[in-house]
């Protein structure tokens, strides 16, 4: 192909890679950040910065925003249009996050650069968005501005999308954005949509990119205690802080249970396996023979709970995991509290669903209530209980709408996968970077996404959700969130070669 050929040799020269970088460090420049508390756009003063960054946008990619129909929603949140010649293909979707998660008052000193400064060193590009997620909206940006430049005229449809408030939620920018993709394109309508999620990682023999395509679900259960109170000079064996402290002790020591089942985890470890030919022997044998066999699949998950410092990780990644975060109960010395409070965060395990968490609260927390003659609300799921009783335990999903595991999209052979794993292969076994990273034989399995991202809200475009960035972990000075973010340019590059070939290739690819 010889517009791919034409790509690939822009790439290599300086003058591309020293634009395409000064275009990242530009957009790290503004300071996007999104906060839990956040109004709505037009109701909060803290998102009028996004309007730098539009107009950042404008200047930097002016063919991308003249030639492709710009559609602002709720505001802030960008869907770009680029029209396809042939109507019948349904379109490629890409998506990516316009905020950053803020700096803590005080954590800027402890940056080796500041955190807004987008410095380039020579080797990374500094800052905070310089990996999650700045770098996928600029590189899917620097490909779209590049291919226009080249007058490429896709026969399918190309829609990116960038939301402006991943890390607080998403319903401002995504949520409003799903509306009016559905509203605009009907259900079904895309193709496959690509958004942030999983990279690259070289292992012993190989390296393995990982799309993450399962996503976990999330629940944050309230657990309210209330008491009649009175004078502490007279108190009863327990308060409604004692009676919390059962509770939550109940709960930790029934953790939800960890199970290997076939899907997302268990592909990804039979990936690694099957072709990492440094692990041992029986490990590799252990892992092939899980697929099909449950004793196999109960002897990999011991193995993998009990790797040295891994437990809190591999659980994670096979069950439902349970964080008391928030508690608070008590407001005077010499007052009983009457009203006792924690906040558990659940991760809900992709085979799992909220409807199975409520009922585990169940299982554990009616036999202590019953113990100690509480009444108890579990979600509105049990009949009223109008007895006497020594106090009131409530139990409801708090802070956001509880959130099932993502719906899973094909895999091996189906079309979607195939074309995205295609491009994900050739991407890394022709990869252009000069240092020593990644260049060992590629292979692509799935994973598991243990947040949410944006696609929580689009669902219903497609089934062919895939999370992934073509981001190579060695590539990250300290990961995402964290002080002193940072990308390796050479990293970054390769993530315009990948999404311009992720382009070309759904183009070629025919029905999807
Ligand atoms: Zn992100």
């Given at each position: 192909m010889d517009l791919l050929k034409t790509l690939e040799d822009l790439y290599s020269q300086q003058h591309f890679k020293s634009w395409a970088i000064e275009s990242l460090s530009g957009a790290v420049r503004i300071p996007t950040e999104s906060f839990d508390d956040m109004e709505k756009p037009g109701k909060d003063e803290r998102w009028d910065i996004f309007a730098d960054l539009h107009v950042y946008l404008e200047a930097r990619f002016p063919l991308v925003f003249t030639s492709l129909a710009v559609k602002k929603v709720n505001t802030y949140g960008l869907v770009l249009y680029w029209q396809g010649s042939d109507p019948s293909l349904k379109p490629l979707m890409l998506t990516g996050h316009q905020d950053v998660v803020p700096v803590p008052d005080g954590a800027a000193d402890l940056w080796k650069h500041p955190p807004y400064s987008g410095h380039?060193?020579?080797?990374?590009?500094?800052?905070?968005?310089?990996?999650?997620?700045?770098?996928?909206?600029?590189?899917?940006?620097?490909?779209?501005?590049?291919?226009?430049?080249?007058?490429?005229?896709?026969?399918?449809?190309?829609?990116?999308?960038?939301?402006?408030?991943?890390?607080?939620?998403?319903?401002?920018?995504?949520?409003a954005i799903a509306k009016y993709l559905l509203n605009t394109y009907g259900a079904d309508s895309m193709a496959i949509i690509v958004d942030e999620g999983g990279g690259y990682m070289d292992y012993n023999n190989i390296t393995l990119a990982a799309p993450m395509t399962a996503e976990k679900g999330r629940v944050d259960v309230l657990i309210e205690v209330t008491t009649l109170g009175g004078h502490s000079s007279m108190p009863p064996p327990h308060t409604g802080i004692g009676y919390l402290s059962k509770l939550i002790s109940a709960l930790e020591d029934n953790p939800f249970p960890v199970e290997l089942?076939?899907?997302?985890?268990?592909?990804?470890?039979?990936?690694?396996?099957?072709?990492?030919?440094?692990?041992?022997?029986?490990?590799?044998?252990?892992?092939?023979?899980?697929?099909?066999?449950?004793?196999?699949?109960?002897?990999?998950?011991?193995?993998?709970?009990?790797?040295?410092?891994?437990?809190?990780?591999?659980?994670?990644?096979?069950?439902?995991?349970?964080?008391?975060?928030?508690?608070?109960?008590?407001?005077?010395?010499?007052?009983?509290?009457?009203r006792s409070m924690a906040i558990v965060d659940h991760r809900i395990a992709d085979w799992s669903s909220v409807a199975a968490v409520y009922e585990h609260y169940i299982d554990v927390l009616a036999p202590v209530t019953a113990r100690f003659n509480l009444t108890l609300d579990a979600f509105g799921l049990l009949p009223n209980d109008t007895r006497p009783s020594a106090g009131y335990v409530r139990l409801a999903p708090t802070f956001h709408a509880p959130l099932e595991p993502a719906p899973i999209p094909p895999t091996f052979g189906a079309p979607a996968w195939d074309v995205l794993a295609g491009t994900i292969r050739a991407t890394l076994s022709s990869s252009q970077r000069a240092d020593s990273l990644s260049t060992k034989t590629p292979y692509v399995g799935p994973d598991v996404m243990m947040g949410n991202t944006d696609t929580q809200y689009y669902w219903n475009l497609t089934s062919n959700i895939y999370r992934y960035s073509h981001m190579g972990y060695l590539d990250l000075y300290n990961g995402a969130h964290t002080i002193n973010e940072a990308i390796k340019a050479e990293g970054f590059l390769e993530m315009i070669r990948f999404h311009s070939r992720l382009i070309l290739n759904a183009d070629e690819a025919g029905a999807l």
């Open positions: 380039y060193d020579g080797t990374y590009i500094w800052g905070r968005g310089s990996v999650d997620d700045k770098s996928t909206t600029i590189s899917t940006l620097t490909t779209v501005e590049t291919l226009l430049k080249h007058e490429f005229q896709p026969k399918r449809s190309v829609i990116l999308a960038f939301g402006i408030d991943e890390e607080s939620g998403g319903l401002q920018g995504a949520g089942v076939p899907g997302a985890a268990l592909q990804a470890v039979q990936c690694l396996a099957a072709y990492d030919e440094a692990l041992p022997k029986a490990y590799r044998e252990l892992a092939a023979k899980a697929a099909t066999d449950a004793r196999a699949r109960e002897q990999m998950k011991q193995i993998l709970l009990g790797q040295p410092g891994m437990h809190d990780l591999f659980a994670a990644r096979m069950g439902t995991t349970q964080a008391v975060d928030i508690s608070q109960g008590g407001a005077k010395v010499n007052a009983l509290p009457e």
